[in-house]
C-alpha cells in the first residue's frame, strides 16, 4: 500500500487560506473543496472494496493510484453541468466524455445505477437518485436496478426484507423525478434477458481475477461470485439493444466492477482496432516511439515519402527518449532491425479477436481503400481509426455480436455521517432516511456534529470550519437544490464568522424537514404511479433461501 502523502499531485497541495481567498471554493480549480468523509488522515492509503467500508481518506490519491480520471477535466463538456458537478461533489469518471458528447450532440446515450436494498434509502443514495435523474432530462436511456441478488449473496438479506425495501427505492427515485415510463426499472432477480447476459460475460471472466481484484478466496460462495457477474451484467444491460455511451454514476467503492465491466466488454468484441507503423506488433510505448520516429522521418530517411525501418532503427537508438520508454526502446530497436527494408508507414490494424470466418470475411471486404490481409488482422492504409471502430462494431452487430461501448462512469464523494465518521446504512443517527419522520430529521440536524469553534467568540474570530462540517455538506449537497449562490453564501458566511452554529442548524434543520415532508408526499403520489407500471416486486416463489452464510 503507498503511502497517500506522497503520492499526492502537486496541485492540490494547497493550504486552508489559498482555498479561503479562493472563494468560490467549488469553482476553484486548485482547492480540496468538500469535506472528505472524517478520514482525512487514513494514512495507509486507500483501498476501493466494494462491500467494506465505504470510506476514501484522500480523493486525490484515486486519480494517482487507480488512474480514476479528475472531473474537471470533461466539466466544460457537459451541456449543463449538475449542480454535484459543479460543487465537486462529483469528482471523478471514467471515459465521460463520450457520454457528455453524445448528450450534447443529442445522440443515443444511457445511464444505469443499482442500489442494493439493505436498509432505507438515506439522503447518500440520493445523490445516485439525483444523478440518474439528472442524465434522463439530459435524454439518456435511463435505468435504476434493484440489486437483490447482490443484497441476498453477499450482505445475506433474506427475501422478505429485500422485497420490502426494493420498493422503497423505488418510490423514492420515482418522487424525486425519475420518469419510469421513459426510463426501465428491474430487480436482477426476475429478469431474465439481464441473467443471460451475465452468463454469456461470466464465460470471459476467470476465478483468478475475482481472487486478485474482489480477494474472493475458496471460501466465497458461488452466488456471491454469481451477484458480481450479474452487475457486469447490469452495467452493459442499456447496450443490449444498440450498443451506445452508457455511464455508470457510483461512488468509488464500485470501481473495481467499473474496471471490470470495461475489461469484459472489451473481451466480448469480435475485433480489436490498433495502430500501427509496420507489419510487426508494437505495444502502447513502442508505438510511441515508432510514431516519434515517423514525425521525424525528414531527419533519418533517405527518402521521406518511403522511409524504411532499419533507418528508422538506427535513428531511435541514438534519441533521447524519456527512462519509463528504454526498455521499450531496444524492444523497438530489434523489431525495426529485423524488418529491414520494409517501409515504416502508419496504419489503421483490425485484429480478429473472436470473430468467426464470416465475420472476418466480411469485415476485410467493407474496409476500403488500400489494405493488406494477414491471418488474424487486416492493416487498412485509407482509414482512420474512428471509422475503423466503426466499421468493425457494425460487422461484429451483423454477426451476431454485441458490439459494445466501453462502458464509463462517474464517482462522487461519500457523504460524512452526521455524527461525524461514515455514513452508514446500519447507524440511524449517522443518515437521515429519505423515509424518516420529517420532525426526526429537523432533530437529526440538530445534534449533528459541526466545524464549529468552541464558543461563539472564538467563531466570529477565526470563523467556522465548514470543509469539516457535515452540516455544511448538508447544504452542498442537498439543501442548496441548484442554487449555488446560496451555497456559497452559507459557506462564506462560515469562513468569515458572520454565521453561528445554532442558527446555521436551526435554518438547514428546517429546509430539510421541508424536503422530507415534500418527499414523503411526492411518494405517494409514486406510490399509484408505481402500481400501474408493470414493474415486477414479488420475488419469484422458487426464491426461498435463507440468507447464505459467507466467510
Ligand atoms: N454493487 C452496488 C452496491 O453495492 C449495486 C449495484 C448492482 C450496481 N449492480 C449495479 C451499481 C450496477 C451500479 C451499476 O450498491
Ligand atoms: Fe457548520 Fe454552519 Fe457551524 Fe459553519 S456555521 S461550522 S457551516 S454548522
Redesign the pocket.
Known amino acids: 500500500m503507498r503511502d497517500t502523502d506522497h503520492d499526492a499531485p502537486d496541485t492540490e497541495a494547497q493550504s486552508d487560506d489559498d482555498r479561503r481567498q479562493s472563494g468560490a471554493w467549488w469553482r476553484s480549480h486548485g482547492g480540496r473543496p468538500v469535506t472528505d468523509g472524517g478520514t482525512e488522515t487514513d494514512a495507509d492509503g486507500v483501498t476501493l472494496d466494494p462491500w467494506g467500508s465505504a470510506t476514501v481518506g484522500d480523493y486525490q490519491n484515486l486519480f494517482a493510484e487507480f488512474g480514476i480520471e479528475d472531473f474537471r477535466d470533461v466539466i466544460d463538456d457537459v451541456p449543463t453541468p449538475h449542480h454535484l458537478m459543479r460543487r465537486r461533489v462529483i469528482f471523478g469518471h471514467r471515459g465521460y466524455d463520450r457520454v457528455a458528447r453524445a448528450l450534447a450532440n443529442d445522440e443515443p446515450a444511457a445511464a444505469l445505477s443499482g442500489f442494493m436494498p439493505t436498509g432505507d434509502p438515506h439522503i447518500g443514495h440520493k445523490l445516485v437518485f439525483d444523478e440518474l435523474i439528472w442524465h434522463q432530462r439530459q435524454g439518456a436511456d435511463t435505468y435504476g436496478l434493484i440489486a437483490d441478488l447482490e443484497a441476498h449473496a453477499a450482505r445475506g438479506l433474506s427475501w422478505d426484507e429485500i422485497d420490502e425495501h426494493a420498493r422503497d427505492y423505488l418510490l423514492s427515485l420515482i418522487a424525486l423525478g425519475f420518469d419510469p415510463e421513459e426510463g426501465e426499472l428491474y430487480r436482477q432477480s426476475t429478469n431474465d434477458r439481464l441473467q443471460s447476459l451475465a452468463f454469456e460475460l461470466g464465460g470471459n471472466a476467470r476465478f483468478s481475477e475475482f481472487q486478485s481484484i474482489y480477494g474472493f478466496d475458496g471460501e466465497t460462495s458461488v452466488s456471491h461470485m454469481q451477484s458480481v457477474v450479474t452487475q457486469m451484467a447490469d452495467i452493459l444491460y442499456p447496450q443490449l439493444d444498440e450498443p451506445k455511451p452508457t455511464v455508470i454514476p457510483v461512488g468509488p467503492d464500485q470501481d473495481p466492477h467499473v474496471r471490470l465491466a470495461r475489461d469484459l466488454a472489451a473481451r466480448t468484441r469480435f475485433f480489436k482496432v490498433t495502430e500501427a507503423f509496420a507489419s510487426f506488433a508494437a505495444d502502447p510505448p513502442e508505438r510511441e516511439l515508432l510514431g516519434r520516429a515517423h514525425d521525424a522521418r525528414e531527419e533519418w530517411a533517405d527518402d521521406p515519402d518511403r522511409p524504411r525501418c532499419e533507418d528508422a532503427a538506427d535513428w531511435i537508438a541514438e534519441a533521447s527518449v524519456p527512462e519509463e520508454l528504454s526498455t521499450a526502446r531496444d524492444r523497438v530497436v530489434e523489431k525495426l532491425t529485423n524488418a529491414g527494408m520494409e517501409p515504416l508507414r502508419p496504419r489503421v490494424r483490425l485484429l480478429d479477436r473472436n470473430a468467426d470466418e464470416a465475420a472476418f470475411d466480411a469485415l476485410i471486404e467493407a474496409v476500403d481503400g488500400e489494405k493488406r490481409v494477414f491471418d488474424e488482422h487486416v492493416d487498412c492504409f485509407d482509414l482512420s481509426r474512428e471509422a475503423a471502430e466503426e466499421l468493425a462494431r457494425e460487422v461484429e452487430l451483423d454477426h451476431g455480436g454485441y458490439g459494445f461501448r466501453t462502458p464509463s462512469s462517474i464517482y462522487h464523494r461519500f457523504m460524512t455521517g452526521l455524527t461525524g465518521g461514515k455514513m452508514s446504512s446500519s447507524v440511524p443517527a449517522s443518515h437521515i432516511s429519505l423515509l424518516d419522520d420529517p420532525e426526526d430529521g429537523y432533530d437529526k440536524v440538530m445534534a449533528a456534529t459541526?466545524?464549529?469553534r468552541s464558543t461563539a467568540e472564538k467563531q466570529r474570530e477565526l470563523g467556522?470550519?465548514?470543509d469539516d462540517?457535515p452540516?455544511?455538506e448538508l447544504?452542498a449537497y442537498l439543501l442548496s437544490r441548484d442554487d449555488d449562490e446560496f451555497a456559497q453564501r452559507?459557506y462564506d458566511e462560515?469562513a468569515d464568522g458572520d454565521?453561528?452554529?445554532g442558527g446555521?442548524?436551526e435554518q438547514a434543520a428546517e429546509l430539510m424537514e421541508a424536503f422530507l415532508e415534500e418527499h414523503q408526499e411526492a411518494r405517494a403520489e409514486a406510490a399509484e404511479l408505481l402500481e400501474s407500471l408493470d414493474v415486477d416486486l414479488d420475488v419469484d416463489a422458487s426464491r426461498r433461501g435463507v440468507a447464505p452464510a459467507e466467510e
Open positions: 459541526t466545524g464549529g467556522g470550519e465548514p462540517c452540516v455544511y447544504y452559507v462560515c454565521r453561528l452554529c446555521c442548524k
